[in-house]
Nanobody, 113 residues
């Protein structure tokens, strides 16, 4: 069974940067849409960004201009570069394969003020 493994979360001060990484063990990564979501305790899991197989990206309004999603099909990996982090970006960040609808286990991002 394919799985996603996220890494790169941590604690950072407001205004700082982090880069999240998600490795997909599936065999169809290069043809799958991939996405990042985030969720705070007690809240819904919200869309952050997605990327198509040909590299077209979409973003939630509150991260546009600060976050950038990218992919490396040779490594079955999708990235989320997060710049200008704000305390309200504090969440667990999840990777999702939109083609086969499976999730990673999540990685915690905490932004201190």
């Amino acid at each position: 069974q394919a799985q996603l493994v996220e890494s790169g979360g941590g604690l950072v001060q407001a205004g700082g940067s982090l880069k999240l990484t998600c490795v997909d063990s599936g065999s169809s990564f290069s043809t799958d849409y991939m996405a990042w979501y985030r969720q705070a305790p007690g809240n819904h899991r919200d869309f952050v960004a997605s990327i198509s197989p040909d590299g077209r990206a979409s973003y939630a309004d509150d991260v546009k201009g600060r976050f950038a999603i990218s992919r490396d099909d040779a490594k079955n990996t999708v990235y989320l570069q997060m710049n200008g982090l704000k305390p309200e970006d504090t969440n667990i960040y999840y990777c999702r394969n939109l083609g086969h609808l499976y999730w990673g286990q999540g990685t915690q991002v905490t932004v201190s003020s």
